[in-house]
């Protein structure tokens, strides 16, 4: 396996780094041992630039220049010694050493800033960290080495400035410790490296000033920060500087704990010294530490009380608008509206758009909240100034008018401003708009629940008048009752098994022998009497019911059917309706090809019979139309000619019948233009390769006629009403004389007719 450089870089420069205590002291090898890893540590970081190529080069390079100065340091000082026999105390690599700090301050400060909105409070808390480091050095080190009056003044300045030098680099060091968007690896590595070097830097001191440093493993900790420092540059991770507006800022549990420690430096020095000594207890550095960090922390709470004060701020904003379209929210809309129901007599207007969930399915999520932006932002630029205008959820939008005036002018203008093509996903998409109109009068007056359901019932009848706008009368309420009742007695009807099946034959021209069934369903209420199905289907469609009721009417058609195979009576095939509602269910053909096994049905057998109204919008519908097919399932196009783009579904959906709707074959026998459209449409399912059936032949004239055109099936009263399965027991399977004009009608009709499989 491939080991990375950056991990190969860093587990040879840790066994070095290790390894140096094995070397004697201050021989001339482990001087070159030393300057050997700086340098090498230095390579690795250009290295690294050159390769990773980060965002903020310029920082990386001038951090390998402050570690390049320190190790010029480390040279000259060995230099220095080995010339000399000893080092003199100062001299140039002091000068060296202490340039190099700023340096890499400079550098790690750029390295850990990032971009974005700066963290107040993240330097208040590295200033608390710098405060209480630089508290330890001042009165273990900085004040003791002042106040020696014997010691020459450059001395003192030279030995004060290691740790002052040491106490810069933790402001740098803290500063990106406490960004949690700088926990990135190779950041992380920087900040171990840097602490590292300033664990060094503080035992070197303490050992100096005692006279007991020999190097050794101090050293080591050196080397490991230069490997740190190598393997950073070298990881891939360095190449983007993190991204402020991303983070979240908050003070978890380890950061307070941090901050803790921190903060009790002052007091833990006064007990340490008061112990040691307590007539020689540094008073006054110790107490100006304390008031800083306390002032430092101080500041810290008013910065958390001003950060939870805008985060409410920006939570209430938020909780009250629309996250996709920037619009007030439906709670916002609903505190508004009983806001102004209380005080006036407001206008509601409730939007819901036509065609949305055909965008939605066809083009994606994506596409679709495009197209909801650019409504939104139509609907705000067309309200008047006071109205508010708001997202209610989904594809649903609410205008509040104060002041109530012109409410069917501004839904007319909406209704306009809706319906121009709007570019969404690189498509001209085209919807619509149905619109009701509501305001608390009545039994409404200054309920805003009563008034925005008012508004409901308004748009929905909007919507099953095509899409219009409409303004609540109590008539509407009626019809919204009834439909609730109906939908009740449609759920209830399911469970108490009312409906059932009849069949109704498609039969062959001219001899009228029985090709396939159409299954229709029925329902008979204990009260109501037989519901009809235009009557009960629309509501099952608008309540979902007919997902559940169309995979009833399937499993009963095709146990009818495999009843009827072994019986022998059965004919090819039989149809069953699916509405636009089942095809947009994701699951529906997996549903139909278990029944069909489960019933032993051959595919080949089974005809689903769906409108041009069904499959128009395309997206979910049209796949799934196209999974039927491809199960083996023959498709018909029901009432073909009646539609949006008949002729262009044909060129989309895997067709095989077209069931010419009844209104081109009443008028079929007529002279003239009555029967040019039905010629038209089998010459067209003729070219296409298409079978046609004509729908609604109640006369044998139609029939002839019908049969002259060159129909070759055909579906009407005039061969069969619709009967149920067990109706059934003739073995004969043709209608005689059926496109004769002096037959009977009773010698045409099909008393009985075979189902099929």
Aim: hydrophobic share 45%; with cysteine; net charge negative.
């Amino acid at each position: 396996m491939r080991v990375p450089l950056w991990a190969g870089w860093l587990t040879v420069a840790f066994v070095a780094a290790l390894c140096f205590p094995l070397v004697p002291d201050d021989s001339l090898p482990a001087k070159i041992y030393v300057n050997t890893v700086g340098l090498s540590g230095v390579v690795a970081m250009v290295v690294g630039v050159l390769r990773n190529r980060p965002e903020n080069r310029s920082a990386w390079l001038l951090f390998a220049a402050g570690v390049l100065t320190f190790v010029s340091g480390d040279i000259t000082y060995d230099v220095t010694e080995l010339r000399l026999g000893e080092y003199p105390y100062p001299y140039w690599a002091d000068l060296l050493y202490l340039s190099a700090y700023p340096i890499l301050w400079l550098a790690l400060s750029r390295l850990g800033r990032g971009h974005g909105e700066r963290d107040r409070g993240g330097i208040i808390d590295a200033a608390v960290i710098s405060t209480g480091i630089g508290l330890i050095f001042w009165v273990t080190v900085v004040g003791p080495t002042l106040a020696d009056a014997g010691s020459p003044i450059l001395d003192r300045l030279v030995t004060i400035g290691y740790p002052l030098a040491d106490v810069l680099l933790t402001t740098a060091v803290a500063r990106m410790l406490t960004r949690p968007e700088n926990r990135t690896t190779s950041l992380r590595l920087m900040s171990a490296g840097a602490i590292l070097m300033l664990t060094g830097d503080l035992v070197y001191t303490t050992m100096s000033s005692t006279g007991v440093y020999t190097g050794g493993y101090v050293d080591s900790v050196f080397l490991m920060a230069y490997a740190c420092w190598g393997c950073a540059a070298l990881h891939p991770s360095m190449r983007q500087r993190p991204d402020t507006t991303l983070t979240a800022q908050q003070i978890g549990r380890s950061r307070l704990a941090l901050l803790m420690i921190f903060t009790l430096i002052a007091p833990g020095l006064l007990f340490a010294e008061g112990f040691a000594d307590p007539t020689s207890i540094a008073w006054r550095s110790i107490g100006i530490g304390a008031v800083a960090l306390f002032l430092l922390v101080v500041f810290r709470m008013w910065g958390l009380v001003q950060q939870v004060k805008s985060q409410a701020t920006r939570l209430g904003d938020l909780a009250m608008h629309d996250a996709l379209t920037g619009l007030d929210n439906r709670r916002a809309f609903e505190q508004e509206l009983t806001t102004a129901v209380a005080s006036g007599a407001p206008t509601v207007l409730l939007l819901d758009l036509n065609g949305f969930k055909a965008v939605n399915d066809r083009f994606g999520h994506a596409v679709g909240d495009e197209l909801l932006v650019a409504v939104a932002q139509r609907i705000a630029g067309t309200v008047p100034s006071g109205a508010l205008a708001a997202r209610m959820g989904g594809d649903e939008f609410a205008v509040l008018l104060p002041d109530g005036r012109d409410a069917e002018d501004l839904a007319v203008r909406l209704r306009a401003a809706i319906h121009r093509p709007v570019l969404a996903g690189g498509h001209d998409l085209l919807v619509g708009a149905s619109i009701g109109i509501a305001e608390p009068v009545g039994a409404a007056a200054g309920d805003p629940v009563e008034t925005l359901r008012r508004a409901d019932v308004a748009m929905y009848a909007a919507k099953a008048d095509g899409g219009r706008y409409r303004t609540y009368a109590d008539d509407l309420d009626d019809a919204a009752g009834e439909e609730a009742r109906l939908g009740a007695d449609l759920r209830a009807g399911l469970d108490r098994g009312e409906f059932h099946l009849v069949y109704q034959p498609i039969v062959e021209l001219p001899n009228g022998a029985v090709s396939a069934v159409e299954s229709l369903v029925r329902w008979t209420h204990p009260e109501r009497g037989n519901v009809p199905p235009d009557v009960f289907i629309p509501v099952a469609e608008r309540n979902g019911l007919i997902v559940e009721l169309g995979e009833w009417i399937l499993r009963t058609a095709c146990l009818q059917y495999a009843d009827w195979w072994r019986q022998g009576i059965a004919p090819e095939r039989f149809g069953v309706n699916v509405s636009a509602r089942q095809l947009a269910e994701p699951a529906f053909p997996h549903i139909v090809a278990a029944i069909l096994a489960e019933t032993g049905i051959h595919p080949t057998r089974l005809v689903v019979e769906v409108t041009e109204t069904a499959v128009f919008g395309g997206g979910a519908e049209v796949r799934t139309v196209q999974e039927l097919n491809d199960l083996g399932i023959s498709i018909a196009l029901d009432d073909f000619g009646t539609g949006h783009s008949s002729l262009g579904l044909l060129q989309t959906l895997p067709v095989q019948v077209l069931k010419v709707d009844k209104s081109f074959v009443e008028n079929v026998t007529m002279a003239g233009r009555h029967a040019v459209i039905a010629t038209s449409l089998i010459q067209v399912a003729n070219g296409l390769g298409l079978v046609a059936v004509a729908e609604g032949v109640e006369t044998a004239e139609q029939a002839a006629e019908l049969y002259r055109l060159g129909y070759r099936r055909a579906q009407g009263y005039h061969f069969g009403r619709p009967v149920p399965g067990s109706a059934h027991r003739s073995s004969s399977s043709t209608v005689t004389a059926a496109v004769d004009p002096g037959s009977s009608d009773s010698a045409l009709r099909m008393a009985r007719f075979t189902g099929s499989t």
